[in-house]
């Protein structure tokens, strides 16, 4: 079968290896969707995202939905021709964290397509993904492959929010419209926020936002158009990465308030004012980390049309276009989530 196997910056081949066969607990799935993501992006331009640094061939991707195509020994519930989606998590289930319900902070937690153990554990990017049957959560049929793929990135706009807490009546602020700054502004506003403002640098993902959900966009470059919301956003999400949207949501968390970081900023050392932004307006500043519990839900808000997610997928590209979809994907100014679709 065919996979996309990253040798280094830059460079992504479609080689052919081995089908899988699903041993025990195992399911072989048939590609539908595979959600291009920010870190696939940095993994193929800069063969590392922070400290996870690749040293050894790696299958990128952890997006997935697809068909179920032949199970295991011992799998029960699932049969070929199912639609499904899955949690790119692998925890060990047994830990305080897991035993506890936050899969997502397990310390021995496997990740697909991901450099940071090695060996690196390979992703999905592949036309037959073999997963657990403990990562399937099933979808309805009639659920397009390519929505589906992107489950996933709703799954942690969910989990950034569930940070947040009660959003109800509140204005809320994000920092940055990627993909997942869009869905927070999605799932906000069906938590009731009474307003939700997101900013970027470019004009074209602020318009994705709007379609989702946001009730205002704001330019980043433009801080005059924000002199409004300094220190009146009762919640505010730093989904950009940049350190510039982290001081802009810090600027804006009114006293009380609380801010999500949701994005990986580019740079550990970073300057936090904790005496203005943080003690003098008693706010709770808090992290975000993927998602584990989101996952059904999230399924479910698509596959029932709450969330409808069309405006979020701007391109999609078969499986051996993958270092094309990848550079469209990497130009902010017209991709917003690119994903790769199955036979
Ligand atoms: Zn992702
Ligand atoms: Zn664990």
Redesign the pocket.
């Known amino acids: 079968m065919k996979a996309c196997v990253l040798h280094g910056p830059k460079d992504l081949r479609l080689e052919d290896i081995p089908l899988p066969e699903p041993t025990a607990g195992h399911v072989r799935l048939r590609m539908g969707g595979v959600g291009i993501c920010g870190s696939d992006l940095h993994y193929y331009h800069h063969g590392r995202v922070g400290n996870a640094v690749v040293c050894e061939p790696m299958i990128l991707g952890h997006e997935l939905s697809g068909v179920v195509d032949k199970v295991g020994p011992g799998v029960t519930g699932l049969d070929p021709g199912q639609k499904v989606i899955v949690n790119p998590t692998d ?9 506890a319900g936050r ?1 997502n ?5 496997r990740y697909f397509g991901s450099a940071a153990r090695t060996p690196h554990v390979q992703g999905i990017m592949v036309e037959y993904p073999l997963v657990q049957a403990r990562q399937i959560v099933p979808v309805s049929d009639d659920m397009p492959l390519d929505q589906a793929a992107c489950v996933e990135p709703l799954a942690i706009a969910l989990h950034a929010v569930s940070r947040a807490g009660n959003l109800l009546g509140k204005r809320v602020f994000i920092s940055g419209a990627g993909p997942v700054g869009c869905l927070i502004a999605a799932v906000a506003r069906l938590n009731g926020a009474s307003e939700v403002v997101i900013s970027d640098m470019e004009s074209f993902p602020l318009g994705v936002a709007a379609k989702l959900g946001a009730d205002r966009t704001v330019k980043a470059d433009k801080p005059e158009d924000m002199a409004d919301l300094e220190n009146a956003c009762q919640v505010s999400f730093e989904a950009s990465g940049a350190i510039g949207g982290m001081q802009t949501c810090l600027r804006n968390v009114a006293p009380g308030g609380t801010v999500v970081h949701v994005g990986f900023l580019s740079s550990e050392e970073v300057a936090y004012p904790i005496n203005t932004m943080v003690i003098r307006k008693e706010a709770t500043v808090c992290g975000s980390l993927r998602a584990y519990q989101e996952f059904p839900l999230a399924a479910r808000l698509v596959e029932t049309g709450r969330l409808d997610l069309t405006p979020l997928i701007t391109a999609t590209y078969p499986l051996d276009k993958a270092e094309e979809a990848i550079l469209v994907a990497s130009d902010k100014t017209r991709s917003m989530k690119v994903v790769l679709t199955g036979k």
């Open positions: 925890e060990c289930g047994t830990c305080a964290y897991c035993r899969q902070l397990c310390p021995s937690l």
